[in-house]
């Protein structure tokens, strides 16, 4: 079966959508829908357009509904997708809530339609490399992972900065770099301890810190900000870094440049040499013997986000199970949860 799609909201997302699926033949976007019509004036030729989205359920040829309505919605959209019969790609965060997430799941069951969430930087490059370097133990016993996102415009808009359509910086970029760590890190989260801020805005958040204990020995640490004030031309920062044993993984920008910077061996007691400081002189932080440092470069990973619709598409027609799932999403929601209780008490959550 070709999915046929049909868009709700032609927003910023809704185009990104329509203009990627329109250039792929296992599916068809039939028609988009938008409460404002001047969003709708470049809908290129050939798609139905409709001014609500119970008009476009009720008279589009759609087997599909892809939600990129803004996140107070969502619910309100599945709902009515799922008595119409069409499967979903549904927008992150899935939900503002998990009750919302559980009607949503009740729905979903009752009406047996197919479901999923856009969770489609599991597919960026930067985190594909971090995550195959994590994957490959080429750097021993990982200990600490970090993530970190930083922007120096403090450029949130729209809607975003309205906590009653599901604003803040943790419904937005906060859900994918979740996502991402808990996707790289099989493992269960004893406990988080979360700093989130509204540093510039009054309502909403536009800075978080969140530190994840796995059970398995791995700290994950997440860290974004909007507003790290700045003089420079580039307007955002990403960064991993990942640290084992036995080396250590530097990773920056969304197109990764870094290095992997290793042993055969573990390091311990090893001489090292005196180095003079401003602040004195010190053998601990001085470089090593020689010859006790391999650098190499980071894998050359093959990836696109454009995978997860040939994943949707499949999963739609049974010939694959969904890589994004419903028990995935409410984990991540949890875990947001629990992020915001421990920025509230000052405290750390125990988890799973
Ligand atoms: N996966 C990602 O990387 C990513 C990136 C950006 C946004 N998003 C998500 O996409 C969704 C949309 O965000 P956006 O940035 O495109 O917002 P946007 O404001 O640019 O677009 C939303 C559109 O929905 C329309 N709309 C509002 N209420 C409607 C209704 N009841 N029926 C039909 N249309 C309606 C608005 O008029 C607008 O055109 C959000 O859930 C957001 O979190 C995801």
Redesign the pocket.
């Given at each position: 079966m070709k999915v046929r799609f049909g868009v709700?909201?032609?927003?910023?997302?809704?185009?990104?959508h329509v203009e990627k699926l329109m250039k792929r033949n296992d599916c068809e976007v039939i028609a988009v829908?938008?409460?404002?019509q001047e969003?709708m004036a470049d809908v290129p030729d050939g798609i139905e357009t409709y001014?609500?989205?119970d008009e476009m359920l009720e008279k589009a040829d759609i087997n599909t509904v892809l939600?990129?309505?803004?996140?107070h919605?969502?619910l309100?959209?599945v709902e009515k997708s799922a008595r119409k019969g069409k499967n979903i790609l549904?927008?992150?965060?899935v939900a503002l809530t998990l009750d919302e997430l559980d009607k949503m799941e009740e729905i979903i069951k009752e009406t047996g339609v197919k479901f999923s969430v856009?969770?489609?930087?599991r597919w960026d490059w930067d985190y594909r490399t971090a995550k195959e370097v994590y994957d490959s133990k080429t750097l021993g016993n990982v200990y600490t992972i970090q993530s970190k996102l930083y922007g120096f415009n403090g450029n949130m808009h729209?809607?975003?900065v309205y906590p009653e359509f599901?604003g803040g910086m943790l419904?937005?970029w906060g859900?994918?770099l979740i996502d991402q760590m808990l996707f790289m890190v099989d493992s269960k989260i004893t406990s988080v301890y979360a700093d989130v801020r509204n540093v510039i805005n009054e309502k909403v958040d536009d800075y978080f810190k969140i530190i994840l204990s796995f059970e398995n020995g791995v700290t994950g640490e997440i860290e974004l900000g909007t507003y790290f004030l700045a003089d420079k031309e580039k307007w955002f920062e990403r960064h991993w870094m990942i640290g084992g044993d036995k080396g250590t993984m530097y990773s920056d920008g969304f197109a990764p440049e870094g290095k992997i910077v290793r042993t055969t061996r573990l390091l311990t007691n090893v001489p090292g040499k005196t180095t003079m400081t401003a602040s004195g002189p010190t053998r601990s932080f001085g470089p090593p013997a020689d010859g006790l440092i391999i650098t190499e470069p980071l894998p050359k990973v093959v990836t696109d986000q454009s995978y997860y619709y040939d994943n949707f598409n499949k999963a739609v027609n049974g010939e694959e199970d969904f890589v994004v799932t419903i028990p995935q999403v409410r984990r991540v929601l949890k875990l947001m949860e629990a992020a915001r209780e421990s920025a509230r008490t000052h405290k750390s959550v125990d988890f799973e």
């Open positions: 709700m909201g032609y927003g910023f997302m809704g185009h990104v829908c938008d409460t404002n969003k001014s609500s989205m939600i990129s309505v803004p996140n919605i969502h309100e959209a549904c927008e992150k965060p856009h969770q489609q930087r729209d809607w975003h599901g419904f937005d859900v994918h």
